[in-house]
Nanobody
Framework: QEQLVESGGGLVQSGGSLRLSCAAS????????MNWYRQVSGKVREFVAS????????TYVASVKGRFTISKDNAKNTVFLQMNDLKPDDTAVYYC????????WGQGTQVTVSS
């Protein structure tokens, strides 16, 4: 069964850091582009970051550039989102997604940044 499971969320003070993990099972992340999204209750889900199939090409939404880093660890079959200098506006549920013709979402992990 193909599955994505996010973890690593929590409560952190403004300026702090968290590393989110997205563990894949049933397929290899090395074969897919992988994205991170976030969603605040009542708002549209927002793109945050993407990593290409090889992981060598990454893109970010402007609001997180220079603070967040997406990476793939093929040996662990996991995608990471390193988040530094967190701000209250980063508070959201974070989701990872497998891209391609068979999209797959994880269940999300809550990130709360206090001011």
């Amino acid at each position: 069964q193909e599955q994505l499971v996010e973890s690593g969320g929590g409560l952190v003070q403004s300026g702090g850091s968290l590393r989110l993990s997205c563990a894949a099972s049933g397929f290899s992340v090395s074969n897919y582009a992988m994205n991170w999204y976030r969603q605040v209750s009542g708002k549209v889900r927002e793109f945050v970051a993407s990593a290409s199939t090889s992981g060598s090409s990454t893109t970010y939404v402007a609001s997180v550039k220079g603070r967040f880093t997406i990476s793939k660890d093929n040996a662990k079959n996991t995608v990471f989102l390193q988040m530094n200098d967190l701000k209250p506006d980063d508070t959201a549920v974070y989701y990872c997604k497998r891209m391609g013709w068979r999209e797959l979402w994880g269940q999300g992990t809550q990130v709360t940044v206090s001011s």
